[in-house]
């Protein structure tokens, strides 16, 4: 699989998301690929960071590619692995064009917020416009730092349910400290000690709906 973790809105957790699927496959065996596509380079950071604190835990490859080469390196280095995931910046950018046009699943982290929610149309359209090089594309939207209370979960879910482009996973990340708390160590949440039950349980359910969804598909 190709996994792009993309939007249009920044801050909304496509980093995060990145590099926490990316390890879970790599603890499962596969070869993967991380891709930062995003101009911070956190993915990059973060990867260096984990390989020099934590040189036994299961590895990954990670490469920062920009504009185009997103597209003609990754479809050379593909082959070479089990599965692919590319953080892409916050942006419509070409880094994330470049990567659509090859991707088989894009996953777009929604905040639940008036602001970010307000980017769901741009969001579809791109998807939309992108589908007219990649029509095998599929596009999954998810809550990302959700409240513990309140209505602002419901209501944003429900506005996320709105359209047909983006479908939506009914798998939250709770707004927790454990996923800031393993990215300072270099560690996905599920390798974090002490071990946060609900943030593990959270990302192993988004991890299985898109793996799940995919692979059923196919």
Same mark, same amino acid.
């Given at each position: 699989?190709?996994?792009?973790?993309?939007?249009?809105?920044?801050?909304?957790?496509? !980093?995060?998301? /990145? @590099?926490?699927?990316?390890? &879970? $496959?790599?603890?499962?065996?596969? =070869?993967?690929?991380?891709? *930062?596509?995003?101009?911070?380079?956190?993915?990059?950071?973060?990867?260096?960071?984990?390989?020099?604190?934590?040189?036994?835990?299961?590895?990954?490859?990670?490469?920062?590619? !920009?504009?185009? /080469? @997103?597209?003609?390196?990754? &479809? $050379?280095?593909?082959?070479?692995? =089990?599965?692919?995931?590319? *953080?892409?910046?916050?942006?419509?950018?070409?880094?994330?064009?470049?990567?659509?046009?090859?991707?088989?699943?894009?996953?777009?982290?929604?905040?639940?917020?008036?602001?970010?929610?307000?980017?769901?149309?741009?969001?579809?359209? &791109?998807?939309?416009?992108?589908?007219?090089?990649?029509?095998?594309?599929?596009?999954?939207?998810?809550?990302?730092?959700?409240?513990?209370?309140?209505?602002?979960?419901?209501?944003?879910?429900?506005?996320?349910?709105?359209?047909?482009?983006?479908?939506?996973?009914?798998?939250?990340?709770?707004?927790?400290?454990?996923?800031?708390?393993?990215?300072?160590?270099?560690?996905?949440?599920?390798?974090?000690?002490?071990?946060?039950?609900?943030?593990?349980?959270?990302?192993?359910?988004?991890?299985?709906?898109?793996?799940?969804?995919?692979?059923?598909?196919?």
């Amino acid at each position: 699989m190709i996994l792009v973790a993309g939007g249009i809105k920044g801050g909304s957790g496509k !980093t995060t998301t /990145a @590099v926490n699927i990316a390890i &879970l $496959r790599a603890s499962q065996g596969k =070869d993967v690929l991380l891709v *930062d596509a995003d101009d911070q380079e956190t993915s990059a950071d973060f990867t260096a960071l984990r390989t020099e604190e934590h040189p036994d835990a299961p590895g990954y490859t990670c490469v920062k590619l !920009t504009g185009p /080469a @997103v597209r003609t390196e990754v &479809l $050379r280095l593909a082959e070479r692995f =089990d599965d692919v995931v590319i *953080d892409t910046g916050g942006r419509d950018t070409s880094s994330q064009r470049a990567a659509l046009a090859i991707a088989d699943v894009l996953l777009i982290p929604f905040v639940p917020r008036s602001f970010d929610l307000w980017s769901l149309e741009k969001a579809a359209g &791109l998807v939309d416009e992108m589908r007219t090089v990649n029509p095998d594309l599929r596009a999954h939207c998810f809550l990302n730092r959700s409240d513990p209370r309140g209505t602002d979960n419901a209501e944003a879910a429900e506005i996320l349910r709105e359209t047909d482009t983006v479908t939506f996973l009914d798998t939250p990340l709770g707004s927790r400290k454990a996923f800031s708390n393993a990215a300072a160590q270099g560690l996905a949440v599920t390798e974090l000690k002490p071990r946060d039950p609900k943030a593990v349980d959270e990302l192993t359910a988004l991890y299985r709906a898109v793996f799940d969804t995919y692979l059923i598909s196919d």
